[in-house]
C-alpha cells in the first residue's frame, strides 16, 4: 500500500488522524439511523457505514496512492478501538479543559472555513451548536485517549544510528527508497498600511458615542449591527460564549472576563481593531458577551505609498544596496517573523521547509517556479484581522524532488525507522491485549482474514 512515489505515513497513523478528526462527524452524526455492527471491541464498537467511509476518506486524502480492502480498513479501525478501550482500562486521563480547548479550536477554525457556525451546523447535519459541540466532545476525548495510550506504550522507545543505517540500507536492498518531495524555505518582508493617529482618534470617539448610546438603553445588537466590522454579526448580532480556554485574542477574553453582567466596557484595540463589549451572562466558567468592532479606514493614498515602499525596498536589494537579510530588520513589519531574517514557519509543523506540492494553493503560485535566490513581484496581501499590506518573498533555500539520501535525509529516515520501531512494538502489544479483550465480528465480516489474532483462532 506504501507508493514509492512519496513518503507517506504508515497507514495506521494515517487512520488515527481520520478516525477521530473533524471529517468523521458526518459518519458519527448519522449513527442514529439502522446500521450494521462490524465489531465489538470490550465497549467500543465499528460500524459498516464505519468502514465505507473511512476508506473514502482514506484514498480521497491520500490522492488515491493508498488502495485499502474492507477487510484491511476494517482491522485499522479494530486497533483504534483496541487503544482506546484500553487506554479507559488503564486509567489513562484527559481532562474536560483540555478536550474543550480542542472544541473550541475546532469550532473556531471550521467557522472560519464556512463562514459562520449556522453553516457549520448545516454542513455536518446537527440540530443546534450544543449538539455540535457535544459529538465534537467525545471524538476529542477518544483521540486523546489513544494519543496517550500510544504515548504510554512507547514511551521509551528510540532508535540509534546504527538502527537507522540498517533501516535505509533494508529499503535499498529491497528497492523502496521513498522519493523524498521537493522541499522550500522562504522569506518575506512586509510593509503594512498603517492607519493614522487621526484616523484612530476618530474610531476611539465613535465608539465611546456607540457605548454611551447603550448605555442609555440603546439596543447593542442593532448598534453592532449597523456599526460593528465583525463579518458574523449579521448572524449572532456580535454576541459571542467566551471561556479563558476559547480561541479568542487575549485582549477579547481579557475583557470579557473583567466585566459585570450588564456593563460596556471602554473602547479596546486587538490587531483586528477597536472594539467595545458588553457582558450579557455568567454561566460558570463561561461568559455570554457581544462586541462592536470597528476597523480604521485605510486611504488609497496610503495603499499606493506602501506599494511604492515595498518596491523600492526590493529594487534596492536587487542593486546590491542592502542585503534580503538586512532589509527584513529595517523594514519588516511582520512580528511573526522579523526576528528570524523573514523565514515563514509552516503552520503544519511549526518547522521552516514546506513540501512544495503540499503548500497553500496561493502560496505555491507564487513561489513554485522561483530558484534560489529569486524573489517574487511585489504584492497585495491582507491578513484576517484585515490589516491590508505589500510584501515580496525570497527563496531562501530550495531542494527538488529526489530519492532518499542517508546524509541528505538522515532526520527524514530517523523519523521513519522510530515510526517503524514503534509500530512494532503496538503490534506487539496488540497482540497480547487482544487474548484479553472481549471482541465480537460480525459473521460476514469473520470471514475476513486479518494479520493479527482477531478472531481468536487457536493454532494447529
Not at 448545516?122 to 477518544?142: C, M, P, Q, R, T
Not at 460593528?228 to 485582549?251: A, L, R
Not at 530588520?329 to 521547509?353: A, H, R, V
Not at 517574487?376 to 533555500?397: A, H, N, P
Request: glycine share 4%; net charge negative; charged share 30%.
Amino acid at each position: 500500500m506504501l507508493q514509492k512515489t512519496t513518503i507517506l505515513k504508515p497507514i495506521n497513523l494515517i487512520i488515527f488522524s481520520f478516525f477521530l478528526g473533524f471529517t468523521s462527524f458526518n459518519t458519527f452524526s448519522q449513527k442514529v439511523k439502522i446500521d450494521g455492527v462490524a465489531v465489538v471491541i470490550g465497549k467500543n464498537i465499528v460500524l459498516n457505514s464505519d468502514i465505507d467511509k473511512f476508506k473514502l476518506e482514506i484514498e480521497k486524502r491520500s490522492e488515491g496512492k493508498i488502495k485499502i480492502s474492507d477487510c484491511e480498513m476494517l482491522e485499522e479501525l479494530m486497533q483504534q478501538k483496541l487503544l482506546s478501550h484500553h487506554a479507559v482500562v488503564d486509567s489513562v486521563t484527559v481532562t474536560d479543559a483540555e478536550i474543550s480547548a480542542n472544541v473550541d479550536r475546532n469550532i473556531a477554525y471550521f467557522t472560519q472555513e464556512f463562514g459562520s457556525v449556522d453553516k457549520v451546523i448545516k454542513a455536518y447535519g446537527f440540530n443546534s451548536i450544543e449538539d455540535l459541540k457535544s459529538e465534537i466532545f467525545n471524538v476529542e476525548k477518544e483521540n486523546m485517549l489513544i494519543q496517550r495510550e500510544q504515548a504510554k506504550i512507547t514511551e521509551k522507545i528510540d532508535v540509534t544510528p546504527e538502527e537507522v543505517r540498517l533501516y535505509f540500507n533494508g529499503l535499498k536492498d529491497k528497492g523502496e527508497l521513498p522519493e523524498i518531495p521537493a522541499e522550500v524555505e522562504i522569506a518575506q518582508i512586509v510593509f503594512k498600511a498603517i492607519p493614522s493617529q487621526e484616523e484612530d482618534d476618530r474610531i476611539i470617539k465613535k465608539l465611546n458615542e456607540l457605548k454611551a448610546e447603550i448605555e442609555e438603553g440603546a439596543s447593542f445588537k442593532m448598534k453592532a449591527i449597523i456599526n460593528s466590522d465583525d463579518p458574523g454579526v449579521t448572524s449572532n448580532g456580535g454576541q459571542y460564549e467566551v471561556t479563558k480556554e476559547s480561541p479568542f485574542i487575549k485582549e477579547f477574553k481579557e475583557t470579557a472576563f473583567s466585566l459585570d453582567v450588564g456593563q460596556v466596557s471602554k473602547p479596546f484595540k486587538s490587531d483586528f481593531g477597536y472594539h467595545i463589549m458588553q457582558l450579557h451572562e455568567i454561566r460558570g466558567n463561561k461568559r455570554v458577551a457581544s462586541h462592536i468592532l470597528m476597523r480604521p479606514n485605510v486611504p488609497d493614498q496610503l495603499i499606493n505609498d506602501t506599494k511604492s515602499k515595498a518596491e523600492k525596498v526590493k529594487q534596492d536589494i536587487l542593486d546590491g544596496k542592502i542585503t534580503f537579510e538586512e532589509a527584513v530588520k529595517q523594514y519588516s513589519q511582520d512580528d511573526e517573523t522579523k526576528n528570524d531574517g523573514g523565514l515563514i514557519s509552516n503552520p503544519y509543523n511549526g518547522e521552516s521547509k514546506f513540501d512544495l506540492t503540499r503548500m497553500d494553493p496561493d502560496l505555491y503560485g507564487r513561489v513554485a517556479e522561483l530558484k534560489k535566490g529569486e524573489m517574487t513581484d511585489v504584492f497585495y496581501d491582507q491578513d484576517q484581522s484585515g490589516i491590508k499590506m505589500f510584501k515580496f518573498m525570497l527563496m531562501r533555500e530550495r531542494t527538488d524532488t529526489h530519492v532518499a539520501d542517508l546524509v541528505q535525509d538522515y532526520v527524514k529516515i530517523q523519523e521513519l525507522a522510530l515510526m517503524k520501531k514503534k509500530e512494532e512494538v503496538i503490534a506487539k502489544w496488540s497482540k497480547g491485549k487482544i487474548k484479553d479483550t472481549y471482541i465480537k465480528l460480525s459473521e460476514i465480516h469473520n470471514k475476513c482474514t486479518f494479520e493479527k489474532n482477531w478472531k481468536k483462532e487457536t493454532a494447529n
